[in-house]
Structures are given as C-alpha cells and as structure tokens.
C-alpha cells in the first residue's frame, strides 16, 4: 500500500508541472508590448531625461531626436539662430576661406628723403642751425622706425666744385657752385640707415640753388633703377625744403607727377616761412598725398596742381621741435601701411 501510494504521488507531480509549462505561441508584433525594464537609477540620473508628469513616460525611441519641425529643408535660409546674427547661406567652397585683408603684408616701405641743402639751411634758431635741426628730427625718426621703415637720403643739388660744409663758409669760403644741377641719392633706402643718414648729414656741404623738380626726376630715376623687392614694397619720397624752387617753376608739379607714375608718391614738409605755399601745395597733389583731393585740378602745365590761395596742404615747421613732430607723423603713417 505504501509502494503504491509513492508511485501516484509521483504520478501526481509530473502531471501538475506538465500543465504549468508555457504554450508556444505565435506572437503578433504589432501588439507586442514588451515588459516594463527596471533601470538603475544610480546609472542612468545622468544620461536619461526625468519624465514629466504632466507629460507621462518617455519615449526612449526619441530621447535625441529633434521634432521634425526643428529641421530645415535642405537650401532652407536659418534664421534667428543662437550663434548667428543674420540669416546665413554656407557655401561649402567658402567656409575656410580667410579676409583677404587678414592676410595681405605689410611690407617696410622704402622712404628716401630729399633734402634741400642751400646756403639758407645755415641760418640758426636759438643757436641751432636749420641744417642740425633737420639733421637730428632725421636721426631721431631713424632710430625709432629703424625696424619699420628703410630710410635712404638725397641732397639736392648734388654735391660739385664750389659747395663746402658749414665749417668751412664760417671760415670764408665762397660758394659758387654751377646752379640747377640734378639730386644726388647718398644713402640707398636699406634696414636700420640711421647712424649712416646722420654722419653722411654731419659731413655734408652746402651748395646754391634749389631745383626741387630736378631732385624729384633725381629720385624718379634712382627709383625706376631699383625697384622694390618684393613688388609689394611700397616707395615714397619726403621732401624737405626751407626754400622756393629757383630752376623750373612752370613745371615744378610735373617732377611729382612723373614719381607717382612710377609708383613713388611724394610727401613734402615746408621748413621755416621762406617757402612758396602755392609751389608746395601743387607738389602735394602732383604727388598723390593731397589730404583733400578736392584742391587739386589740372594746371597751365598739364600736370596736377592746387588751387592758388588755399591753406598748406603740406606739413609745415617753423623749428626743430616741429620738425620732428611732422617727420614722426609721416613715418608713422607710412611704417602702419597706410597710404
């Protein structure tokens, strides 16, 4: 009786467990609903978005998914964007191309200055000749734009029997040199000309005459001779005169003009009140530095000119205080690249 009471017990467990075991089924997709999954929190606080109660559970199919209205249309104009100001178009051809501007050089600019050396440059204020005024404003702006500017030096007229250094007219001598003569380039524009412009202006003697257009045609020609390298490199003339133009009056502006049109404009600086402004002011324009281009025209000559009558146009100095003034003014302009 025992024996047959194991036997239907164990008949008993294997019939409840065959009835309890799952039915293989079809499943339809559609209607599947997958069970909820239990997440860490401690796992995902950081990477999953909190729900919104009044919003209910969220759809992780879409946790990074912007709305399709969010999305412009391909060739769609954005506008009002975070990051810009204006609506905006990319060409892809465009997007790594740089302003022209942020990559142009600014090249030191050759500067050649031409200076007027006649009898009157000896005439002293307070003790100081004009000639060492204009001596030292040179020296000063040599050394401060030694980096930024190669400065060469021409005297006109050149130097010829019959001129002599301070020193030695002080002494007796006469100058009686041949009148009208052209410019002589002394010191070539080159890097840090300084010390050479300054003892070369030391040395120097002083002739007669001014033939201001022959310096300019002087300057022209060394020019056309050496120019800039690389082809960038800007050249300019400063002339510095305490005089009136005593050769070619006429014509004077036209010995501007033919730099320019190599290239070369001229500035020019008017030292003490012996200057013609008329003469001064037509160089201004001739030259290409008019700071008002207004005042300028065609003249009698065929070359540019001022109007007669009109304020300096040039930079004007009546000591050596404001002569350095004028010079750092003009270097500075020219050292930033800007005219």
């Not at 007669?308 to 010079?327: K, V």
Request: proline share 6%; aromatic share 8%.
């Amino acid at each position: 009786m025992r024996k047959q009471l194991v036997v239907f017990g164990s008949f008993l467990f294997l019939f409840m467990v065959s009835c309890s075991a799952p039915v293989d089924e079809p499943v339809d997709e559609e209607s599947f609903t997958p069970d909820t999954v239990v997440v860490d929190t401690a796992e995902s606080e950081n990477s999953l978005p909190e729900t919104d109660p009044a919003v209910g559970e969220t759809d992780d199919t879409d946790l990074f998914a912007p709305e399709e209205d969010a999305l412009p249309d391909e060739g769609e104009v954005v506008e009002d964007g975070p990051m810009l100001d204006d609506a905006v178009t990319f060409d892809e051809d465009d997007i790594f191309v740089p302003d022209s501007d942020a990559t142009s050089t600014c090249w030191e600019p050759e500067v050649l200055i031409a200076i007027d050396r006649t009898l009157s440059m000896r005439t002293a204020v307070d003790g100081v000749t004009k000639w060492d005024m204009a001596r030292q404003a040179i020296a000063a702006i040599g050394e401060k734009f030694a980096s930024g500017i190669y400065f060469g030096l021409e005297f006109f007229p050149k130097t010829v029997e019959g001129c002599y250094t301070i020193a030695e007219i002080e002494a007796g001598s006469k100058v009686n040199n041949v009148q009208c003569l052209e410019g002589e380039v002394v010191v070539p524009p080159a890097y840090d000309n300084g010390e050479l412009i300054n003892s070369t202006m030391e040395s120097a003697k002083l002739c007669r005459s001014s033939p201001i257009k022959s310096a300019l045609l002087s300057a022209r020609d060394f020019f056309v001779a050496h120019p800039p390298s690389p082809a960038e490199r800007k050249q300019f003339v400063i002339l510095l005169t305490d005089g009136k133009e005593t050769c070619e009056k006429a014509t004077l502006s036209c010995g501007a003009q033919e730099l320019l049109a190599a290239g070369v404009k001229t500035y020019v600086v008017g030292f003490g009140g012996a200057v013609n402004p008329d003469y001064l002011n037509h160089l201004v324009c001739a030259g290409g530095t008019a700071p008002d281009p207004n005042a300028c025209l065609t003249g009698t000559s065929g070359c540019t000119e001022a109007y007669l009558g009109i304020d300096p146009l040039y930079f004007t100095a009546e000591d050596g205080d404001q002569l350095l003034l004028q010079l750092d003014e003009i270097a500075a302009k020219l050292a930033e690249c800007q005219s």
